[in-house]
């Protein structure tokens, strides 16, 4: 409060999901307190990791993109940014889930129960948000009325930099009924009924969306990405008329662009451009272009995926409905947009129907990321392979028009929670090893290069792995009464369950492995704990199916005594952030086996890289830069290229070639298809076998006998501990690059036009002169 931020340009990370988890140990890391809050709570006669065990997780947030906004949140605060976050404040998180005789069924997830001590509601900055209505035009302009209106109520959550006294914001939005919702029901006497309509009002903020990469067109969900932008433009706008207070005359937004940057986290938060010109245009009366002109320098958008059933595509029907005024100014955007290419193009009418905002096949829909396309400055996928399918295949039309606007930002991860906070043994490792410098700056971690031939390092980074995985041991045998045994390799396959992410690979892999067992008990093996979790989506059957299986070939390989402790397979139940911390720093192997070409950039492969796992994948999202960084050589790489992959969509894939070449492919395929799982419904996976047949669009059979070849490999080498160890000791030190702190240090620059700042201002507690030298440093930056 006592440095004026006026010069200040700002952040705001818009998004529907921030996948937060637990806040209290992170908190205290950040703010240095653990040892004396450990202590204290000690001289209570208590334990603080069973305080620790007691908070919920904040799951507002299905998977990658959502815990990706929370460890920017962190790496912002954390380099000293005026950022913000803005999103909704779900009643009900991403759904418990339990698997019941081997099925997943959903519950619902009741974090504020007990409520919640991190936010801080501000009532005082609670907001209107317009929907429905119809538009009147005059000769001041458009006017949107007869609208229903819902209030945005504002919860605070302080978010800590690391050790630098700086705290940021995340502001998340609540739905509230106005008082005088439905009047008009209060006149009629229906007093009760009036009331409870206000729920519907309310609902807008009751749920998240539980999809991941998929696009689910419901007006509910339209109506939260709307709620999020209305609300929180109009609190950025607040925020900048206040920064203008002292100069005379009507506010000029001119330099509107240099004091705010939005950042759209996928096309979810895309009304945000259409509600900025109708602010622009409607209320402040600016001309169009002018308005256009700004919105455009003002926002940047973040592609998170390829796939083509996860982009949004808005039908126009629903928006003429819900949002009649921002359909109109899309409609506009797209006519100047369409002009542009029709000067450039004359007569290209593919290219005109390509490129529009509007799609016209199969009913009428907006394209979400082409109106973000068109009203950024910058557009950036999350690695450097996913950023060049865009530029050169999904959005090609658009990087051939503005080559300049595309760029990357590959991804990273927050070493304060992926490291000091789940690994404390490796972090303090580290820090005698090389300083404690690293937390702020990851790149320091090749430092640890130097010690890879070091006996006694090795022994010890060796030594926190096991205790790691006797931790994680504890904690398997306790909730699911099975034996671990603690000399196997920990083989840990943890994401949403999605076709495209091959669960089903790694399935056709324990199978083989039990085959080869029950052929040759005698054989020397490899001990494997194969450890599988994450949700499906509610509605995606095949994704159900898919855990069913698992967890059907678990059932056969867990209770059958010639297999005994060579291998184990746990699916891991209600897979989130908070169980992430407790299976990462135990992995000894890291699967991340995607169709090259469809993960975008992947995060989870990031996390276990820092914790010493070594990494069995395919050339596919950040793993190509992992490889880049660390060597080929010391990660487990295998299967087609996106080259391959895209020759064989030219030659056209046949999976029953695979199947009749590869005998012990067939094998696995034939006990999943003739019941060898599922003896009481022999048919129950007939689903999982037609698709693997017929319409494999990840062409899992493909790279099935390269993964096998792998697997054996990675086996191979685990026999041999020293030289395993070593491998995962250059992973971690190659892993500095995939530090949020670097991703965030790139946005900032090349993105935002803002500086990040190592200065650490002085606690409150300080006297005032040091406050001040602080604000005249900064003043001068």
């Known amino acids: 409060l006592w440095i004026s931020h006026d010069w200040v340009g700002r952040v705001y990370y818009l998004s529907l999901e921030f996948y937060m988890g637990r806040t209290l140990q992170n908190t205290m890391i950040n703010l240095g307190l653990q040892n004396a809050c450990d202590e204290a709570i000690y001289q209570l006669g208590l334990d603080m990791e069973d305080l620790e065990e007691m908070e919920e997780d904040a799951g507002l947030g299905n998977g990658g993109l959502g815990r990706l906004a929370a460890c ?243 039908p126009v029907g629903l928006l003429e409905t819900l949002l009649p005024r921002h359909l109109q100014i899309i409609y506009r955007i797209n006519q100047g947009h369409l002009d542009g290419i029709r000067a450039l193009f004359p007569g290209d009418l593919d290219r005109i129907r390509r490129m529009s905002l509007i799609e016209e096949d199969g009913g009428k829909r907006v394209n979400m990321a082409h109106l973000c396309i068109v009203g950024s400055h910058a557009v950036n996928g999350v690695a450097e392979i996913h950023s060049n399918i865009i530029k050169n295949d999904v959005f090609r039309d658009f990087s051939e028009l503005e080559p300049d606007k ?85 083989d840990v396959h943890v994401k949403r369950i999605h076709e495209y992410k091959r669960q089903l690979l790694n399935c056709l892999h324990i199978i083989t492995m039990y085959n080869r067992i029950k052929k040759n008990p005698k054989a020397p093996f490899v001990p494997r704990t194969v450890i599988i979790g994450g949700k499906a989506a509610p509605g995606y059957h095949m994704a159900k199916k898919i855990i069913k299986l698992i967890t059907a070939v678990g059932h056969v390989v867990n209770k059958d005594p010639v297999v005994g402790s060579k291998l184990k397979v746990i699916y891991l139940e209600n897979y989130r952030v908070s169980l992430a911390e407790k299976v990462i720093p135990a992995t000894d192997l890291s699967e991340q086996i995607s169709t090259a070409g469809t993960e975008a950039s992947g995060t989870g492969n990031m996390k276990f890289m820092l914790n010493g796992a070594l990494t069995i994948g395919t050339m596919d999202g950040a793993n190509v830069e992992m490889a880049e960084e660390v060597g080929e050589e010391n990660m487990f790489i295998f299967g087609m290229r996106v080259e391959d992959v895209a020759e064989m969509d030219v030659q056209g894939y046949d999976a029953v070639t695979y199947y009749n070449n590869i005998p012990e492919l067939k094998q696995a395929v034939d006990q999943i298809q003739g019941g060898f799982f599922s003896p009481k419904q022999p048919e129950l996976f007939k689903d999982i076998t037609n698709m693997l047949f017929n319409h494999d669009r990840f062409k899992v059979f493909a790279d099935y006998e390269g993964y096998i070849k792998c697997q054996e490999k990675v086996s191979q080498l685990y026999q041999n501990p020293k030289e395993w160890t070593q491998m995962a000791i250059k992973n971690i030190a190659a892993s500095g690059k995939f530090s949020s702190d670097r991703t965030i240090t790139d946005y900032a620059t090349e993105v935002w036009g803002v500086e990040p700042t190592d200065l650490k201002i002085p606690p409150p507690n300080e006297p005032r002169k040091a406050l001040e030298e602080t604000a005249r440093v900064l003043t001068e930056k």
């Open 72 to 314: 920017f949140l962190d790496s912002m605060a954390t380099l000293g940014l005026a950022a913000y976050g803005y999103g909704i404040r779900y009643e009900y998180g991403i759904f418990n889930q339990k698997i019941k005789e081997g099925w997943q069924v959903e519950e619902a997830d009741d974090w504020l129960r007990h409520g919640n001590p991190w936010e801080k509601a501000r009532p005082e900055y609670m907001l209107p948000v317009h929907y429905y209505g119809r538009v009147e035009e005059s000769k001041e302009g458009a006017r949107w009325v007869d609208t229903q209106v819902v209030l945005a109520m504002p919860y605070d959550t302080p978010i800590p930099g690391y050790m630098n006294n700086t705290v940021n914001t995340m502001r998340l939005w609540s739905a509230r009924a106005p008082n005088d919702f439905n009047l008009k029901d209060f006149n009629v006497g229906d007093y009760i009924q009036a009331v409870l309509d206000r729920n519907l009002a309310e609902n807008i903020s009751r749920v998240l969306y539980p999809n991941d990469n998929f696009f689910e067109g419901k007006e509910l969900r339209l109506k939260q990405e709307y709620f999020v932008v209305a609300a929180t433009l109009q609190d950025i706008i607040r925020r900048f008329k206040i920064s203008k207070k002292g100069s005379s005359g009507p506010v000029s937004f001119d330099s509107f662009p240099e004091k705010v940057a939005i950042q759209l986290n996928d096309t979810h938060p895309a009304m945000a451009i259409p509600e900025l010109m109708r602010v622009f245009v409607d209320v402040e009366k600016l001309d169009w272009d002018t308005a256009w002109a700004i919105t455009k320098r003002t926002f940047a958008y973040t592609n998170h995926t390829v796939l083509p059933e996860a982009l949004e595509r808005w």
């Open 406 to 490: 595309f760029q990357n930002k590959t991804n990273g991860i927050t070493p304060r929670r992926w490291l000091l906070l789940c690994n404390p043994g490796l972090a303090e490792l580290i820090a005698e090893a090389i300083g404690e410098e690293y937390v702020k700056d990851l790149s320091q971690l090749q430092k640890l290069n130097e010690l890879v031939k070091d006996d006694a390092f090795i022994r010890d980074v060796s030594n926190v792995k096991q205790d790691n995985k006797v931790k994680f041991s504890q904690y398997l045998e306790k909730e699911y009464k099975v034996n671990i045994n603690l000399s196997s390799m920990f």
